[in-house]
């Protein structure tokens, strides 16, 4: 049997191990919880910890104006606070509203503009080099296309390094505080997203 089994089948159980173990049994209070995937932008924290809600009541629609002096090429704006993506077409007839996962803490949320820089059908993970420093015993790279791929099956890279726009497999996610950056959409969603935008959409995290 070879070490990338050996190996893949270790970050298998660990994130498995994340996700299922119960708020009660952790050591640490939220406050404090210690994530093994700290400072990552690419991957989920527990999602069956109480602090970690959805928040679908705050939706509501908005015009593009207070937010961007023009929407050439597309714009994009990611509300934080609401966890939402809008989406305005280049000559405004197309309006998107989407429910997103957001960064679960200040300290991971990063605010301001950008733009898609890339546009990635099956994205391949990469743990960041904190992760990898953490757990070196970690795979180096999840293929795309792969089930427990957190990146889903289409990404928007921004301008800021390990920062995407993408879908996820595991709906659980949206609609929470649940990211370590990076914002999530449903797959169905990512999908119309990946459609209407291109390389120069401007972008918007507020």
Same mark, same amino acid.
């Given at each position: 049997?070879?070490?990338?089994?050996?190996?893949?089948?270790?970050?298998?159980?660990?994130?498995? $191990?994340?996700? $299922?173990?119960?708020?009660?049994?952790?050591?640490?209070?939220?406050?404090?919880?210690?994530?093994?995937?700290?400072?990552?932008?690419?991957?989920?924290?527990?999602?069956?910890?109480? $602090?970690?809600?959805?928040?679908?009541?705050?939706?509501?629609?908005?015009?593009?104006?207070?937010?961007?002096?023009?929407?050439?090429?597309?714009?994009?704006?990611?509300?934080?606070?609401?966890?939402?993506?809008?989406?305005?077409?280049?000559?405004?007839?197309?309006?998107?509203?989407?429910?997103?996962?957001?960064?679960?803490?200040?300290?991971?949320?990063?605010? /301001?503009?950008?733009?898609?820089?890339?546009?990635?059908?099956?994205?391949?993970?990469?743990?960041?080099?904190?992760?990898?420093?953490?757990?070196?015993?970690?795979?180096?790279?999840?293929?795309?296309? $792969?089930?427990?791929?957190?990146?889903?099956?289409?990404?928007?890279?921004?301008?800021?390094?390990?920062?995407?726009?993408? /879908?996820?497999?595991?709906?659980?996610?949206? /609609?929470?505080?649940?990211?370590?950056?990076?914002?999530?959409?449903?797959?169905?969603?990512?999908?119309?997203?990946?459609?209407?935008?291109?390389? /120069?959409?401007?972008?918007?995290?507020?």
């Amino acid at each position: 049997m070879s070490s990338t089994f050996h190996t893949r089948r270790a970050f298998l159980a660990g994130t498995a $191990a994340t996700l $299922a173990t119960p708020a009660l049994s952790q050591q640490s209070t939220d406050e404090n919880y210690a994530s093994p995937f700290e400072n990552s932008t690419e991957v989920e924290r527990n999602l069956d910890e109480p $602090a970690v809600r959805r928040n679908i009541s705050s939706f509501r629609s908005l015009d593009w104006r207070p937010y961007f002096s023009n929407t050439r090429n597309g714009a994009i704006l990611v509300d934080i606070d609401s966890r939402a993506l809008h989406y305005w077409s280049e000559d405004q007839s197309i309006y998107r509203l989407y429910p997103s996962s957001v960064p679960v803490s200040e300290e991971l949320t990063r605010r /301001g503009r950008t733009s898609v820089v890339q546009k990635v059908v099956k994205p391949t993970w990469r743990p960041t080099p904190n992760m990898r420093k953490r757990n070196p015993e970690w795979p180096a790279v999840v293929e795309g296309g $792969a089930p427990d791929n957190p990146l889903g099956p289409l990404a928007l890279y921004l301008g800021w390094t390990y920062y995407r726009i993408h /879908g996820t497999h595991d709906t659980r996610k949206i /609609g929470r505080r649940s990211s370590n950056g990076c914002i999530g959409l449903y797959n169905e969603h990512i999908t119309q997203l990946f459609e209407l935008s291109k390389v /120069g959409t401007q972008v918007l995290l507020i």
